[in-house]
């Protein structure tokens, strides 16, 4: 038989093991994450093209399609004896057009397809938790996870605005209008929340201000521009233009 010791062992570490098997998983309290596809081999992805003044830095693979690679300006273009892509001092990655050998012109158009899809997908989300919150002016506030939509353009003033939640939370803001970042401002992240898990759906124009941070992925509509000295964390899929003003993006 067992002694009062080793059975108050065996019960200290049977309700040890029942403790660890019982811990539940983090659990997202917001909506279910858009499902970029192939988009998401991309730090930036655009239709229009793709701009920048030296000396921006970009980490990850850049790509434009359906148009050629004269669409990436100011890059200073290095072609791979490929053809399939080319290099930049300016990348930390590949960047890629639709001009370029295959399979990158196939690569790209489904890339883009798959783009259009989770934008028009994160357009569709119904029963947001919020609706026209601080009638779009998020300077201040601190925002947990939901789906948040508005039928106006939104701002962040120079007080910022703090994303909280966990690793598993998913946050998506669908704006109607333009979306602005003021010079300065910052998205900050707050509980372990990952920017990939936060998604800005907008329909406008997206501007982030000088020397402002910016974190999450970008679906926009239209153009995405980014002025001296931004900086971003995440991904910018645009379905015209993106032009990076010496920013710094980190996908």
């Not at 693979?61 to 399939?84: D, H, Q, R, W, Y």
């Not at 259009?116 to 947001?128: D, F, I, K, R, S």
């Not at 938790?129 to 003033?157: C, E, Q």
Request: aromatic share 6%.
């Amino acid at each position: 038989m067992l002694s009062i010791v080793n059975k108050v062992v065996c019960l200290g570490l049977w309700a040890s093991l029942l403790s660890v098997s019982a811990a539940p998983a983090a659990t997202n309290l917001g909506p279910a994450a858009i499902n970029l596809g192939t988009a998401a081999n991309f730090a930036i992805l655009a239709q229009s093209g793709v701009s920048t003044v030296s000396p921006s830095s970009i980490t990850g693979n850049i790509g434009v399609s359906p148009i050629a690679a004269s669409a990436l300006t100011g890059f200073k273009l290095t072609l791979a004896s490929t053809g399939v892509f080319s290099t930049s001092s300016q990348v930390t990655g590949e960047l890629f057009a639709a001009s370029y050998s295959a399979p990158t012109p196939v690569t790209l158009r489904t890339a883009v397809a798959n783009m259009q899809t989770a934008y028009t997908n994160a357009v569709g989300l119904l029963n947001p938790g919020f609706t026209n919150l601080a009638s779009g002016s998020l300077s201040g506030l601190v925002l947990t996870p939901a789906l948040y939509k508005w039928t106006t353009s939104v701002n962040i003033g120079i007080a910022g605005v703090t994303i909280t939640g966990t690793s598993a939370d998913v946050f998506v803001f669908q704006i109607a209008g333009t979306f602005t970042i003021a010079a300065g401002a910052r998205v900050t992240l707050a509980g372990g929340v990952l920017a990939s898990n936060i998604f800005w759906v907008v329909a406008d124009a997206v501007t982030t201000g000088v020397g402002s941070h910016m974190e999450g992925i970008i679906l926009a509509k239209t153009a995405v521009t980014l002025q001296t000295g931004a900086t971003m964390n995440g991904r910018i899929l645009a379905q015209t233009f993106v032009a990076l003003q010496v920013a710094t993006v980190v996908g």
